[in-house]
C-alpha cells in the first residue's frame, strides 16, 4: 500500500497531538537512533506471537491492523507482510524512522487519547507505546480509541512492559550499529518511586558515537504505565471490550510478552455500548 502520509485537511485526522505530550527526547531529535538503540530484529520473536494472537483469536478474519504508538515500525516490519496496517504515532521524527522500513504502510501523526480515523479495523494493537500512558483517565481514552475503532467481532491487543501486580525493579543494557559506523549503546534503571500510584520510572543514558565519531551522552527520565491488572480488565469492560486472553492452554509460536491484554468487541452490542465511530 502507498505511503499516506501526513492526513490533508479534509481527511479522517488521526487526532492532533497533544500539547501536554512529555516530547522525550529519544522520540524526538534522537529518533534517527531508535533502529541502533533498539534494532527491529529485537522485536520478530514477539511480533511472531502477537501475529498469531492476531490471527487466531477474533470473531472476524483479521486482515486490516491499527498500530497505535507505532515508533519506529520495529513491530510492523515484522507483521506487514501478514497484516494490512495503518500506523499512528504522536511523534512526527519518530513516523519519519517508520517510513523509511515500512514504505508500504499507511503512516498517520496522531494521540492514541484522541485519535478519530472514522474507519474501523479488524482488529487495534498498542504495543509498549501504551507504556507512555500513565493516568487512569488516559488509559480509559486509549481503550475508548481502540474500541472507536475495532470492527464488530474485532479485537483490541494491549502490551504494556509493566503491571503494577508483578512489578520489579530491574537494570538493562543495549544497543546497536549502522553500516554508516553509527554506534549506540543505553543503559537503563527502571524503578518505582511510589508504588500507590500508577505509574514507574526509567532513568536512561545513552550513548551515541557518530559516523565521525563524535560521542554524545545523553541522560532522559521517562514515566510509564504500570496499572493493575484489575484496573486493565475494568477499563476494557467499561469501553464495551469483553476482556480476555482467550489464550489459555494454547501454544502459538515465537515468545509471548510479559503482559498482554485483550479486549473483544462484541459481535453485538451490548445495552449502554457505544456503536463504532466509523
Ligand atoms: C518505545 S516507542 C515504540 C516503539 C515501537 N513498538 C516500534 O516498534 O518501534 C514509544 C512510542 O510511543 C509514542 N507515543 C507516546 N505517547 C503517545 C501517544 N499518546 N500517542 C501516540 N504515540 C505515542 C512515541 O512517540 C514513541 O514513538
Not at 31 to 52: F, K, M, N, R, V
Not at 238 to 254: I, N, Q
Request: one cysteine or more.
Amino acid at each position: 500500500m502507498p505511503d499516506a502520509g501526513q492526513p490533508d485537511a479534509g481527511q479522517p485526522s488521526a487526532g492532533r497531538p497533544n500539547a501536554d505530550q512529555p516530547g522525550y527526547r529519544l522520540y524526538r531529535e534522537l529518533a534517527g537512533w531508535w533502529p541502533l538503540i533498539s534494532p527491529p530484529h529485537q522485536y520478530a520473536q514477539e511480533a511472531t506471537y502477537l501475529a498469531a494472537v492476531l490471527s487466531s483469536t477474533a470473531a472476524v478474519p483479521v486482515h486490516e491492523v491499527l498500530d497505535l504508538g507505532s515508533g519506529g515500525g520495529h513491530v510492523a516490519a515484522h507483521l506487514k507482510d501478514r497484516f494490512d496496517l495503518t500506523l499512528v504515532d504522536i511523534s512526527a521524527d519518530m513516523l519519519a524512522v517508520s517510513r523509511r522500513l515500512n514504505p508500504e504502510c499507511r503512516h498517520l501523526r496522531g494521540d492514541m487519547r484522541t485519535a478519530r480515523l472514522a474507519r474501523t479495523f479488524d482488529a487495534v494493537l498498542a504495543h509498549d507505546a501504551v507504556d507512555y500512558i500513565t493516568g487512569h483517565d488516559d488509559l480509559a481514552r486509549v481503550i475508548e480509541t481502540a474500541f472507536a475503532h475495532c470492527w464488530p467481532g474485532g479485537i483490541a491487543v494491549f502490551v504494556p512492559d509493566y503491571v503494577k501486580d508483578d512489578f520489579r525493579e530491574f537494570t538493562g543494557a543495549g544497543g546497536g550499529t549502522d553500516a554508516a559506523g553509527r554506534r549506540a549503546s543505553f543503559t537503563e534503571r527502571t524503578w518505582d518511586p511510589d508504588p500507590s500510584d500508577d505509574w514507574v520510572q526509567a532513568e536512561y543514558e545513552f550513548t551515541l558515537r557518530g559516523a565521525d565519531g563524535a560521542v554524545e551522552v545523553i541522560r532522559e527520565t521517562h514515566r510509564l504505565g504500570a496499572f493493575g491488572r484489575d484496573a486493565w480488565l475494568r477499563v476494557l469492560a467499561g469501553a464495551g471490550f469483553v476482556p480476555g486472553s482467550g489464550l489459555a492452554g494454547r501454544a502459538l509460536p515465537g515468545r509471548a510478552p510479559d503482559h498482554l491484554f485483550i479486549g473483544h468487541r462484541p459481535v453485538q452490542p451490548g445495552p449502554g455500548t457505544t456503536p463504532p465511530a466509523a
